[in-house]
């Protein structure tokens, strides 16, 4: 039996209609009436399993929600809950029809189940259910209707809070919408958990042993449970024969989707091997020269140093042989020339002054060759040029 649709197409709230609504609805705060006596002790038992409590039954209080609760709520009506229309939900007392008068569904035992996801080599190990569940067509059909009339009762309430001028639920169909969407997720998790080997048995005779077993398996599962909220139970036929079409075909796209990166990405990325070190070995290079020039110029005295200055250059910057990893503090070359520490810092100033102008003049270039030689560096987002004291190596 085909699905009907519920409401004409036309009635139905426009998009723009619907994020206007879902702007205007306060979840922060219910109003507690007195709830309507309850049908359905099989409904009520399977949601008290999820942790639900049964409306209170005081008049005049204020009633606000756990945050959780508050949470799951605005979840629940930021959209319009999508069923699987039936004219069963619509015959007298239907509800005690659906859960009261249903035969017992038995429940699957998926223990077996994360072992196996454990072993990494599941494609050639052999499943062993502990107590394996078959529904027959029947229990499906059950199953099903359970499960789409609880989402029938979640739209029907959502159009009552939305018919409002204050458009903010009372407890009583703020607790309605939660002990719904509770019974809805236990069946919807009962029937996923009935068919889980259906996953496993389909991942087993597909062939892409480019994606990973348990990648394969969890696009299964998540086609499993797309399934579980399109099916109709009405057109007679098993859950099983839509499902393994949905998982092949999420199988085919996941296949799809890894060929498609595999050819923008040949290979895996690595940081380390795109990153280029031309600008380090540069600078390094440069950085060994000018320390070498630098000495040259010392030794030599091209720069015109006088003697006390080449004795603090030396001193300071383990010029001297012999010394070159033990450069002197300002104090110490100041007990050897005979002058304040302060002294030493002016000598040394004033020479590395002279020594840096000849070094521009002879090994970096003029002045504005290097400024241009700097603003290049900088538009290229290249590091600064070193200066002396770091060409000299002073700690």
């Known amino acids: 039996m085909e699905a009907t649709s519920l409401m004409p197409l036309s009635s139905q709230p426009s998009p723009l209609e619907q994020h206007r609504r879902r702007n205007r609805v306060d979840f ?4 507690e009436v007195k709830p309507a006596a309850t049908a359905g002790a099989k409904a009520e038992k399977a949601a008290s399993t999820k942790g639900e409590k049964k409306p209170a039954g005081a008049k005049g209080v204020r009633k606000t929600l756990s945050p959780e609760d508050e949470k799951l709520l605005n979840a629940i009506l930021a959209s319009e809950q999508d069923f699987i229309d039936s004219p069963a939900f619509y015959e007298a007392d ?9 035969p017992e569904i ?12 454990d072993d990494l080599s599941g494609r050639t190990r052999t499943i062993k259910h502990a107590q394996q569940v078959i529904l027959t067509g029947a229990q499906e059909k059950v199953l099903f209707h ?16 939305w018919g409002t001028d204050s458009r903010r639920p009372t407890a009583e169909q703020a607790e309605q919408v939660l002990r719904w969407f509770r019974i809805s997720d236990l069946i919807r998790e009962q029937i996923a958990n009935t068919n889980l080997a259906l996953v496993l048995a389909m991942a087993k005779r597909t062939r892409m042993s480019e994606v990973d077993f348990a990648d394969l398996v969890s696009e299964g599962n998540m086609a499993l449970l797309r399934a579980v909220d399109k099916f109709d139970a009405g057109r007679g036929y098993k859950f099983s024969t839509y499902a393994c079409r949905a998982i092949l075909k ?15 990405f040949p290979t895996d990325f690595d940081p380390k091997l795109e990153r280029s070190n031309y600008l ?5 290079s440069f950085e060994k020269d000018a320390a070498e020039e630098v000495k040259r110029i010392v030794l030599e005295n091209r720069a015109e140093l006088t003697e006390v200055e080449r004795t603090v250059i030396e001193h300071r910057f383990g010029l001297e042989s012999g010394e070159q990893d033990k450069p002197m503090t300002l104090e110490q070359v100041g007990q050897i020339i005979g002058v304040t520490k302060e002294r030493v810092r002016q000598i040394q100033n004033k020479a590395m002054e002279k020594i840096r102008l000849e070094l521009e003049a002879n090994f970096l270039g003029n002045k504005k060759a290097k400024e241009a030689m700097e603003a290049a560096a ?5 590091t600064p040029q070193p200066t002396l004291e770091e060409i000299l190596g002073r700690n």
């Open 28 to 31: 922060t705060e219910v109003r």
């Open 94 to 102: 239907a509800m005690k029809k659906i859960y009261d008068e249903a």
């Open 106 to 117: 038995p429940k699957p035992d998926t223990t077996w189940y994360h072992p196996v996801m």
């Open 146 to 161: 359970q499960f789409n009339y609880a989402r029938y009762r979640i739209w029907k309430l959502q159009q009552e809070i």
């Open 250 to 264: 999420a199988f085919s796209r996941q296949g799809m989707k890894l060929s498609k990166y595999r050819q923008r």
């Open 280 to 284: 380090e070995t540069k600078r390094s």
């Open 378 to 382: 900088a538009a290229l987002g290249e």
